[in-house]
């Protein structure tokens, strides 16, 4: 059974900084695209920051660029999201998710944050974790 759990949201103070932990089971992360996503009360789920899983490259939304980054623990079989400089709109529930299908891109197809950051192509997600900026 494949199972995501999330940790470390909280309350945190405009421009400060917190790291959310994805930990797997029944699956190996280091094989995998993984993503980290949010949602706010009334608005979508929203792709935040991707990493492939045969070249760990990153893909990132705008509006974390500089921001936010996300590592790997293969050992740990642990993702990590690292924010910085966070802002009252960060405020949403954080979760990770995996992609368990690769995407394959043929000569002249590019891979793009809109491909591999939309939630609709990841299969397995955690429960979430509660991410609050104010003062």
């Known amino acids: 059974q494949v199972q995501l759990v999330e940790s470390g949201g909280g309350l945190v103070q405009p421009g400060g900084s917190l790291n959310l932990s994805c930990t797997a089971s029944?699956?190996?992360?280091?094989?995998?695209?993984v993503g980290w996503f949010r949602q706010a009360p009334g608005k979508e789920r929203e792709g935040l920051l991707c990493?492939?899983?045969?070249?760990?490259?990153?893909f990132y939304a705008e509006s974390v660029e500089g921001r936010f980054t996300i590592a790997r623990d293969n050992a740990k079989n642990t993702i990590y999201l690292q924010m910085t400089n966070l802002k009252p709109e960060d405020t949403a529930v954080y979760y990770c998710?995996?992609?368990?299908?690769?995407?394959?891109?043929?000569?002249?197809?590019?891979?793009?944050?809109?491909?591999?950051?939309?939630?609709?192509?990841?299969?397995?997600w955690g429960q979430g974790t509660q991410v609050t900026v104010s003062p």
């Open positions: 998710a995996v992609d368990r299908h690769q995407q394959i891109f043929l000569r002249g197809q590019t891979p793009t944050f809109q491909k591999m950051c939309a939630p609709a192509e990841y299969e397995d």
């Open positions: 990493m492939s899983g045969n070249d760990y490259k990153t």
């Open positions: 029944g699956l190996p992360l280091n094989h995998y695209t």
